[in-house]
């Protein structure tokens, strides 16, 4: 595939210094990693990666309501959780 087409895009100098560096480390160049992101798109027929905010599931919402109630009744009954176990329920999805 002949590569003739030219894109011309502004991106912010840190962020663009920091992406180089990183695939500098994965042994590409921006080109090439914009080629393959292009290639990932006609191949999904989408954006090949989830574009969204990450809401928080249902056991999650529990504990902070339960958090909330804590605190209204003087932290009666508190359940702690590992740092484990917490970040389990805030990125599990339901």
Same mark, same amino acid.
């Given at each position: 595939m002949?590569?003739?087409?030219?894109?011309?895009?502004?991106?912010?100098?840190?962020?663009?210094?920091?992406?180089?560096?990183? !695939?500098?480390?994965?042994?590409?160049?921006?080109?090439?990693?914009? $080629?393959? =992101?292009?290639?990932?798109? *006609?191949?999904? #027929?989408?954006?090949?990666?989830?574009?969204?905010?990450?809401?928080?599931?249902?056991?999650? !919402?529990?504990?902070?309501?339960?958090?909330?109630?804590?605190?209204? $009744?003087? =932290?009666?009954?508190?359940? *702690?959780?590992? #740092?484990?176990?917490?970040?389990?329920?805030?990125?599990?999805?339901?």
């Open positions: 002949e590569k003739s087409a030219f894109i011309n895009v502004r991106v912010d100098a840190t962020v663009k210094k920091e992406v180089e560096s990183i !695939l500098e480390f994965l042994g590409l160049n921006i080109s090439t990693a914009i $080629n393959m =992101y292009f290639m990932q798109i *006609l191949m999904h #027929q989408s954006i090949p990666f989830e574009i969204g905010l990450k809401r928080p599931n249902k056991e999650l !919402l529990a504990a902070i309501k339960e958090g909330e109630e804590m605190e209204k $009744n003087g =932290y009666k009954d508190v359940k *702690l959780y590992s #740092q484990e176990e917490f970040e389990k329920l805030l990125f599990e999805d339901d």
